[in-house]
């Protein structure tokens, strides 16, 4: 599978970003479980949230629970990211990963993920 990502920018603390994790043609995102990771400068690799395949069962990170929701569109065979209420801290490089028939996402950057999309910078400011 091949993703892309997308939808990262810069805002103030409070707005609102959508990012966006989508497949090529030809592979259908629903058989795979999308997480997504970001990393801020000097700082390890951290998930934020996931949703399992098929039957779309979603985890968040303590950290963006109420702030975050992770939502699938068959239809356009994208997985999004709707990020609100953005703090300074939430500044990183996001990126998307695929996992096949995973129905228990999980939010752990160092495993076997069968795709990456590239990152999308989020800038929040004070």
């Known amino acids: 599978v091949q993703l892309q990502a997308s939808g990262g920018g810069s805002v103030q603390t409070g707005g609102s970003l959508r990012l966006s994790c989508a497949a090529a043609?030809?592979?259908?995102?629903?058989?795979?479980?999308i997480s997504w990771f970001r990393q801020a400068p000097g700082k390890e690799r951290e998930g934020v949230s996931c949703?399992?395949?098929?039957?779309?069962?979603?985890r968040y990170a303590d950290s963006v629970k109420g702030r975050f929701t992770i939502s699938r569109d068959v239809a356009e065979n994208t997985v999004y990211l709707q990020m609100d209420s953005l703090k300074p801290e939430d500044t990183a490089i996001y990126s998307c990963?695929?996992?096949?028939?995973?129905?228990?996402?999980?939010?752990?950057?160092?495993?076997?993920?069968?795709?990456w999309g590239q990152g999308t910078q989020v800038t929040v400011s004070s």
């Open positions: 990963a695929a996992d096949l028939y995973t129905v228990a996402c999980m939010l752990v950057p160092h495993l076997p993920y069968d795709a």
């Open positions: 043609s030809g592979f259908n995102l629903e058989d795979y479980a």
């Open positions: 949703i399992g395949s098929r039957d779309d069962r979603t």
